[in-house]
């Protein structure tokens, strides 16, 4: 397929409509609007979004220092162009903008069931003694 990519943030409403295709909607801790979540989106340090013509197939962000930390969000495909390698190519150029700034510690939070994917791209799980925390206000 003949995708395009971009730097430019979706609309409001293609983010939306992914957002709630791909089910990452569901898995959010909190009540955030969608307004609220379009806002995370704008406020990232970097996003990166897949179209196929006009839709919005494939999104993902990061926030970041800039320096020396990275934390990927929100990475979301559309069920109809899942198994395509689209989730990947959105974790890579993730990653290319990370290897260009110098940033080398890179943390992400893995939606339930979504871990082997991560792994096969070379993400590790968090030693025992050193467990990632969260705290829900």
């Known amino acids: 397929m003949n995708y395009t990519y971009s730097n430019v943030l979706p609309s409001f409403e293609q983010f939306v409509q992914l957002h709630e295709a791909s089910g990452l909607i569901k898995n959010k801790k909190g009540t955030y609007t969608r307004e609220q979540l379009y806002q995370a989106a704008e406020n990232s340090w970097f996003h990166i979004s897949i179209y196929d013509q006009d839709q919005l197939i494939a999104f993902g962000r990061m926030i970041s220092d800039g320096v020396y930390q990275a934390l990927i969000c929100d990475v979301m495909v559309d069920p109809t162009y899942q ?9 890579e150029q993730l990653l290319k903008k990370c290897k260009e700034s110098g940033i080398q510690s890179i943390q992400l939070f893995s939606a339930k069931g979504k871990q082997q994917f991560y792994k096969k791209l070379g993400f590790e799980e968090r030693e025992q003694d050193a467990p990632g925390m969260s705290l829900i206000l």
């Open 83 to 91: 198994n395509q390698g689209l989730g990947k190519q959105i974790i």
